[in-house]
Structures are given as structure tokens and as C-alpha cells.
């Protein structure tokens, strides 16, 4: 019986887990992160509202395993890539560099160590230094998808704040993990976290070495899919590890994500990972959260009721001071919304909390109450960042660096010269197509240097652009070129590459490769086959284009109920890694990409809808 009623609460929760985001979906509620909602639904289920969850042993390993799957995935989301010196678009005002970044962080710190003193004194707890971790820390699971929806993400201001919140993430995490080790009866000398590092450190290169051996390589496919057990034996070995130098668990989970992150997977793995930690075990973790909270218990008491508004506000302060720093660059309104953004945080606070109760220094409805403001804070951040951000912020012109200059890269430069700013480089000793005369060069305004060497293109600032195009006459050096620049942090590279066995590895570091071979015999087909199609690429009355949705107008409705497509029809709708066939009832969601045929001016006024 006990085994049945177990399942039985694990169906609950796995149903809960279920159909929240469809309600959210149903309902349009796009403001409340997932794992608010699913919090909340465990409020419903839970201690605060039905009761109908057994908490039993099942259900709180699953959970147990959740969370450390979490923290897992939040080293994973660290692209330690924003890191390096990579130079901001000329177009764009701000600081860069990973130094103001930390001094923001460094102040962040010192603001939540005064502020705990206070709830210190006035005795809500006993520990400032536990308090000054809680209130320091932002959730980088929140402000991620934050940037991303309002479209800033990749902005020079962007990757200032993603930088903050990554140090800021990275240090408390760390830093916890030394408070535990200082004041946990069960803690071992806090040198011992040492071994923890080298441990990671040693596994670190020697997943470097093994990660492209051939062996390796065969073993990924099919049944065996090594890559996904050697990261799971990776968690697990880090996370004893940690528990046995008398660390918490979640600092080894976290220090095993960040390591992966390192070795740079690929795509389609991190997305395998996501798939299960997101689609079963996190859920469960987060509903379980909400299903322990009493909020009748906790409301009851006056202490808690007081202490609440006052960690909102503490939460907030420690944020907004250090961030109008920024006034030098943005206006107050841009400001305070990145300051109320950075409030935001959840996991950490859940982490530090359950700690802090474990070891005696807070109750189990002090606890509460701290996770429930974390919640509330997840909620009002993300609100409160897309009403005040400006809409309509100047990131200026994309820039796009070409290298070689011949009779497809020159008439090219030419069409989209409207559109871009341009910089087209042609080396020295190569002789220009025979179509092209030095006066045609002077009129494309071709920059020409004496080698593609990497280092003379950085000095040249080739790779402090939004895309760039390699075109020269040479594969092996536009593989090169391209991999350069995909490491130099270039959001989109173009190369070109003949037909060969390069194209397929340059596609899976996320390189766009061309052939002007396979793009003639395409075409060629294409008009052999499908005559009509082919209209629609060469046509001056009608065209393909693509829109993007960048106007919160528009979010959550639905294709049939925009008035103003004119003769315009949406082929395909482009949502991060999916290519959805459009209906009727297909709500946009923000950051879609819908390629659109029609006229150049209903195409012209479907942008200026959807894109401001």
C-alpha cells in the first residue's frame, strides 16, 4: 500500500508538472517564468491549498535529484565565451570588459554584507553572511530568457548585464559552498574544497583529451550515447566528491555544468540535456517546493509578515545602487529596469535556504518565506524589466566584414549595402576577377591588405562585426578564418567550402557554409522542377522575406487576427530550433522568425507591425 500511495503522489505531481505551461499557453500567460508557475501549482496541490501530496521517500529523491540536476544545468547555462575581450559594435554606448562587470558584482556584495547586518540586529537571523549570499545572488535562469525575449541579449548592454549575472552566480555559489564548509558541525577544513577544484580541474582536461578521440566518436550514436553517460558519471563523481571535502552536494552539480561548458558541447547535446532535466526531474523539484510551503502557518506569523516586504526591498536596493553606475551611459528609465532585472533570483535562494534551515540557523517558516519572496521577485523583475526597457532601443546597424573580393561577394556588397555597413577585404597578391577593373574596386570601396593571417586580421578589427563572409579562393583557409572567428565570439559566420567533408564539421560549431557549386546546381534544379518557385526568388513584384517578431503587441496572437497582411502569406514560422507550419490559431511568440511572400509593400508594412 505505502508503494501504490507513493506513485499515486507521484502522479499528482508528474500531472501538475504536466499541464501548467499548457495552461499558461491556454490562458496567455506570458509573464510568469515556468518555474514560478509550476511553484505556485504546488502551492494548489500542496501544505497551502488541496493537501493531496505525500511527501514520502519516493517523491523527495526524485526532487533531491532534480535539484542537483538544476544546479547542473546552471553551471551549464555559464557561456564562459563572454569572458574574453571581445570589442563592442562602434554603434553601441557602454562599458565593456569583464572589469566593470566586477566591480558592479563587488559593490552588489558589500551593499547585501550592510543590509544583513540590519536583519541582524533586528533579529530575523542569526547569520549575516548567509543573509549577504541570499540577498547578493541573481538567478541567470531568469534573466537569460529575459534578454533573449526583448531581444538585447547579443547588445554590447546585453553581455554587460549576462556578465554580472554570471559572476554574480558564479561567486555566491562558490562562496556557499565556503559557508558551509566553515559552519557546518559536519564540515571538514575549508581547504579541502581545494581537492574538489583540482579534482574538476584534472577531469576537465581529461575529458578534453578523450572528447574528439575516434573511439569516442562511434560511441555516441545508438544505444550507447557515451557522451551522456560520461556527463551524468561527471555529476555524480563531483557531487560525492563535494559531500566528502564537506561541501554541500549542489556545488559539486554546479562545478560538473561548468566544466561541460568548458568543453564546449555541442548543440544537440546541450539540448539532450535540457530535454530530461526540464521535461521530468525539475519539474518535480519546483512543484515539491511549493507542495512543503504552509502559507496559513507562515502568514500567521507577524515576524515573517514584516520580514517579507523588507527582503523584497533589500533584494532591490542591493541591485538598483550599484547599477545607476549605468547613468553615465542610459537614461533612468533603462536603468532602474536592469536594476529591478537583476533582483530577480530563485535558485540560489532555495539553496540557501534549505541550507540554513538544515543547519539550525533559520525555521522551517523563515525558510519559506525567504523562497516565497525569491518567487515573488521572479515575478516582478521580468515585469516590471520589459515595461520599463525601452522598446525601441538604438543598437545601430548590423555590421558585416567580407573577405575576398570577387564577381559574387562585390555585386553582393552592393544589394545589401542599404541594409548593412560594410567592409570588403581583398589580399594584395590576388588578382581580382577579370569582370572587375581598379576602378570598379575604388567605387565597392575594398580595403586591401597583405595576408589573412589571424593576428593581422584582429588588428584589423575583421572580427568586431555581426556576421562575417569568407570568400576566398582557398577552403582550407576559410575554415580557418571562420573557426578563428567563431572563437573570437562573431555572432554569425559565412564561409564558403566546396564540396567536402569540412562543411559537415564547420556546420557543428554553428559555421554557415556555402558552395557556389551546389548553389548553382540547386538553383538549376529548381528551375527545372519548380519554374514558379523560382519567381518568388528573382521577381521584382513579389518576394520571400523574412519578419522578425519583436513587438510585445503582438505576443500570443494568433496569425488569423493580424489585419494588416495584405496580400502577404507566412510560409513557415522559425521558433529556436523548430520550423513550424503556420495556422490559423499559431500564436507569435517573441523572437519567431516568419518567412513571409507577398509584395514589397505589404512585406514593408507586416515589418513595421511586428518588428517595433
Known sequence: MEETHSFMSLLIVVLVAFLTPILLNKFRIHIVPIVVAEIIAGLIIGKSGFDIVNPDQLLETLSTLGFIYLLFLS????????????????NEAGPSGILFPSIIFIMMMALSFGIAWLFVLTGFIDNAYLMALIIATISLGIV??????????????????????????????????????????????????????????????????FKNRPVFTNLRKGTIQIDTRAVFTLIIVLVALS????????LGAFLAGALVSLLAPNPSMVQKLDSFGYGFLIPIFFVMIGARIDLIEL????DVLILMPFLLIAFMVTKIVPILWFKKWYK?????????????????????????????????KMSSAIILVGVISCIVG??????????????????????????????????????????????????????????????????????????SLKKLGVFNVDILLVSTEHDDLNATIAKAAKENNVERVITRIEPDEKAESLREEEIEVFSTLMSTITLLEAMIKSPHVMNLFTSQENSLAEVLINNDDYIG??????????????????????????????????????????????????KEQLEF
Not at 75 to 90: N, T
Request: with cysteine; hydrophobic share 45%; charged share 20%.
Open 75 to 90: 553551471g551549464l547555462e555559464i557561456d564562459f565565451s563572454i569572458f574574453s575581450s571581445k570589442k563592442k559594435s562602434k
Open 144 to 209: 537569460v530568457p529575459t534578454l533573449k525575449d526583448t531581444g538585447i541579449i547579443k547588445t554590447g548592454l546585453g553581455q554587460t548585464i549576462l556578465l554580472i549575472t554570471v559572476i554574480a552566480d558564479l561567486a555566491t555559489m562558490i562562496l556557499l559552498g565556503v559557508f558551509v564548509s566553515v559552519y557546518s558541525p559536519e564540515g571538514k577544513n575549508t581547504w579541502l574544497l581545494l581537492l574538489l577544484f583540482i579534482a574538476g580541474l584534472g577531469l576537465y582536461f581529461l575529458g578534453k583529451f
Open 243 to 250: 559531500q566528502q571535502v564537506g561541501a554541500e552536494s549542489i
Open 299 to 302: 502568514f500567521a506569523d507577524p
Open 332 to 364: 533612468i528609465q533603462t536603468v532602474m529596469s536592469i536594476g529591478v532585472l537583476l533582483s530577480s533570483k530563485l535558485t540560489l535562494v532555495i539553496a540557501a535556504a534549505e541550507i540554513g534551515e538544515r543547519m539550525g540557523m533559520i525555521d522551517s
Open 382 to 455: 521580468p515585469i516590471f524589466f520589459k515595461k520599463l526597457f525601452p522598446r525601441k532601443t538604438e543598437q545601430g546597424t548590423k555590421t558585416i566584414a567580407i573577405l575576398g573580393a570577387n564577381s559574387i561577394t562585390l555585386p553582393l556588397s552592393q544589394r545589401i549595402n542599404d541594409d548593412y555597413k560594410i567592409c570588403l577585404y581583398h589580399l594584395r597578391s590576388n588578382t581580382i576577377d577579370k569582370n572587375y577593373s581598379e576602378d570598379h574596386l575604388r567605387t565597392y570601396d575594398v580595403t586591401v591588405i597583405d595576408n589573412y593571417e589571424i593576428e
Open 557 to 606: 496572437e494568433s496569425i488569423k487576427r493580424l489585419d494588416f497582411l495584405g496580400d502577404t502569406i507566412i510560409i513557415r514560422i522559425f521558433r529556436e530550433n523548430e520550423a513550424l507550419v503556420p495556422h490559423g490559431d499559431t500564436a507569435l511568440k517573441l523572437g519567431d522568425r516568419l518567412i513571409v511572400t507577398g509584395s514589397e509593400g505589404s512585406i514593408q508594412q507586416l
